[in-house]
Structures are given as structure tokens and as C-alpha cells.
């Protein structure tokens, strides 16, 4: 059974504002598209307070996070999907890590860098790992807030296997001598996994390449790249995906947009 155009305004119009922002924003799956958008217009054509809009916003986030909250236990299946996911997400930050994360920091050295005016200073690899932090943070981070859809709480304890895989690495840290201290031990291992100062020289050929990869720091930053970056990487993952899992940010960004738009416009005119 169709509806039309008319019949839907004028249900849309008999509707109050917290029942049309509900239809747009809170629950917009649940109707055709037609309704959608005839909700979207009403709601438009009201020029509603950027400050009602804000409590409406929050109004909606609070019913949608009871309706998602969880059974207290899981079913067997949703147990099963729960891992396989966490798998998914945990091997997606292993790629950022060792994989995209070299790969920026050679294309922000080459390209970024010398467009603002900073010429390439260092070689790819001491610029790569002296950077290691940001340049493995801030790709998971955005990466992370694509959970905004997901909203799998699963997410959250990604950056546990990273962690316990260099809490591994930090205690077992050979030791230089038997007598060799606690303390400098425990500082030795943390300047191995998390120190700076990189010395590494850049290379031209193959062989001055090779030569490279025995460097000291070299060997360090690589360790890093496989053991601290992922820590990094997943930490950023898991707070984005959590604050994603708690805030709408694509519904805050539009309301937001709205409102101004309202605000300094007018409210669109159909």
C-alpha cells in the first residue's frame, strides 16, 4: 500500500517535535524513506531551537543506548560473533601499525613536509620511528570512530593484546649481566621500547641499505614498529571506538550544522 506525498506531511505536521527528530535521527530504519524525508521537512520548516535541538539529541541518544544495551549473558552465537570481530578489529590495527603507519610517515616526510616548507632533514627510517607515536595514533584514532556505526563494545578491549604482547617483550628484556640492577634493567628495556634519539643514516644503494638494517637504532625502531606502534595503534582504536559507542558523532555534527545553518540563514525554505 503506497502513501502519498500529501497523506505523509500532513501526518508529519500532526507530529510533535520530539516525535519528528526521533523519526530523522533516533529511529530513521524503522520507517520508509519517504516518511524520512517528510519528517525532515517538518522538522526543518519549524525552525526549532538549537537549544531544543540539543536536548532532543540527547533525549534520543539515551533511548538508543538502552535499546542496544546488552543481554546480561550472551548467547553461544553472539559469543561466537563477538570473537570473530574482535579478530577482525584487532588484525585491522595490526595493519595500521605496521603497515599504513610506515607508509605516512614516508609519504609525510616526501610530500607533506616539503610543502610547508620543511625539507626532508633526516632519512625515511629515523624520521619514521622518532614519529612512531603520532603517526600510529592518529590513524587508528580516526579509524576507531568508524565504530560510530558498528558500536560493537568488543572494541574497547582491542588494545589488551598489543599491550600484553610488549608487556611480554618489556620483562623478558635480556639482561647485560647477571648483576646488572633492576632498575637498569627496567631502564634499558623501556628505552629499548619506547626510547628516541634514533641515529640512522640514509641510504642510496642496496648495500648502504643492507648496512642500514644491522644499525643499532635501526634494530630498535623496528622492535618498536612491531611491538609499540600496535600498542599505540590499538589504545587510540579503543578510546575512538569507545567515545563512538557513547556519542552519535555523525548525528552531533549535523545537528550542529543545522542549527548554525538555522541560525544564520534561516530555516530552509520547500
Not at 539529541?57 to 539515551?62: G, L, Q, R
Not at 616526501?110 to 626532508?120: D, I
Not at 563494545?153 to 648483576?179: E, M
Not at 635501526?218 to 622492535?223: K, L, T, V
Request: negative net charge.
Amino acid at each position: 500500500m503506497s502513501v502519498s506525498a500529501d497523506d505523509l506531511k500532513r501526518a508529519m505536521t500532526n507530529k510533535t517535535d520530539e516525535e519528528l527528530y526521533d523519526i530523522v535521527y533516533g529511529h530513521s530504519d524503522e520507517y520508509i524513506a519517504d516518511a524520512v524525508e517528510a519528517a525532515k521537512l517538518e522538522f526543518s520548516s519549524r525552525n526549532v531551537a538549537p537549544e531544543t535541538v540539543c536536548h532532543l539529541s540527547t533525549a534520543v541518544e539515551k533511548e538508543k543506548q538502552l535499546e542496544e544495551a546488552p543481554s546480561a549473558r550472551p548467547t553461544p552465537a553472539q559469543a561466537g560473533w563477538d570473537v570473530a570481530w574482535f579478530m577482525v578489529h584487532l588484525a585491522l590495527v595490526y595493519l595500521i601499525a605496521t603497515d599504513l603507519t610506515p607508509w605516512l610517515g614516508g609519504w609525510v616526510q616526501r610530500s607533506l613536509l616539503p610543502e610547508l616548507g620543511w625539507p626532508k632533514s633526516v632519512s625515511g627510517f629515523q624520521f619514521l620511528f622518532s614519529h612512531l607515536l603520532v603517526l600510529s595514533f592518529v590513524p587508528a584514532f580516526v579509524t576507531g570512530l568508524a565504530n560510530v556505526r558498528l558500536r560493537q563494545k568488543v572494541v574497547a578491549y582491542v588494545w589488551l593484546v598489543p599491550g600484553v604482547l610488549l608487556g611480554y617483550k618489556l620483562v623478558t628484556f635480556p639482561t647485560t649481566s647477571v648483576f646488572q640492577s633492576f632498575q637498569s634493567h627496567a631502564s634499558s628495556a623501556l628505552h629499548q621500547y619506547f626510547g628516541g634519539g634514533f641515529l640512522i643514516p640514509d641510504f642510496r644503494n642496496w648495500q648502504e641499505f643492507w648496512s642500514t638494517t644491522v644499525n643499532a637504532d635501526a634494530m630498535r625502531g623496528m622492535e618498536q614498529l612491531h611491538f609499540t606502534a600496535p600498542f599505540y595503534a590499538g589504545v587510540a582504536y579503543s578510546i575512538a571506538a569507545w567515545i563512538s559507542s557513547r556519542i552519535d558523532v555523525r548525528s552531533k555534527l549535523t545537528t550542529k550544522f543545522t542549527a548554525w545553518e538555522a541560525a544564520k540563514f534561516g530555516p530552509r525554505q520547500h
